[in-house]
């Protein structure tokens, strides 16, 4: 069973840029029909959708987000990656690395998350 | 793109059942049948519950069920147990080729 497991700063000053990244264990990346995502959780909020990558690189973002999101891939290390850029207090959340299953539509498994808290 | 609509809260008695709705719009919800819903325990990562409107994945207790009708989601949890207790989110894909989640339920357990 694959399992992924997010790694990074948990504290980014704001206006800088936030970088996340995601390992997978437990099988290949490039293994399946899989886009490779990440989803924040404020704390006491919902989920939010920030964007996916495939592994050949394509990407989709979240409109509200996509001037400042980029997300990518290294097959060779089985990892993606996540920046965001300008960050400010809105951005401190829980960020969760996920695997979207093409053929059921859905993310399924998600990492353990990991507090990102954007402040001086 | 907004979220989809749930309740804050819904509540139950062990044995009853409840349902939580999902209200989008034809530009999500009622434009695909690309429907999830996840369970959240507390610290926890979320879990996938229900795919594609009504399927459930393998590990997954047949009390949770899923229906769609026009532009809102249904999930229907029957014969409450106390460890169902949790937050519960429903999730669509989007014309947008994005996806957005509801706002999130809390399920109590009484």
């Known amino acids: 069973q694959v399992q992924l497991q997010e790694s990074g700063p948990g504290l980014v000053k704001p206006s800088q840029t936030l970088s996340l990244t995601c390992t997978v264990s437990?099988?290949?990346?490039?293994?399946?029909?899989?886009?490779w995502s990440w989803i924040r959780q404020p704390a006491g909020k919902g989920l939010e959708w920030i964007g996916r990558?495939?592994?050949?690189?394509?990407?989709n973002y979240n409109p509200s987000l996509k001037s400042r999101v980029s997300i990518s891939v290294d097959t060779s290390k089985n990892q993606f990656s996540l920046k965001l850029s300008s960050v400010t207090a809105a951005d401190t959340a829980v960020y969760y690395c996920?695997?979207?299953?093409?053929?059921?539509?859905?993310?399924?498994?998600w990492g353990q998350g990991i507090l990102v808290t954007v402040s001086s | 793109q907004s979220a989809l609509t749930q309740p804050a809260s819904v509540s139950g008695s062990p044995g009853q059942s409840i349902t939580i709705s999902c209200t989008g719009t034809?530009?999500?919800?009622?434009?695909?049948?690309?429907v999830s819903w996840y369970q959240q325990h507390p610290g926890k990562a979320p879990k996938l519950m229900i795919y594609?409107?009504?399927n459930r994945p393998s590990g997954v207790s047949n009390r949770f069920s899923g229906t769609k009708s026009g532009n809102t989601a249904s999930l229907t949890i029957s014969g409450l147990q106390a460890e169902d207790e949790a937050d519960y989110y429903c999730?669509?894909?989007?014309?947008?080729?994005?996806?957005?989640f509801g706002g999130g339920t809390k399920l109590t357990v009484l």
């Open positions: 996920v695997k979207y299953v093409i053929a059921l539509t859905s993310f399924d498994p």
């Open positions: 437990g099988g290949s990346i490039n293994s399946g029909s899989y886009y």
């Open positions: 990558v495939s592994t050949s690189g394509s990407t």
């Open positions: 034809s530009s999500d919800v009622g434009g695909y049948n690309y």
């Open positions: 594609d409107v009504s």
């Open positions: 999730c669509s894909y989007t014309t947008s080729s994005s996806w957005v």
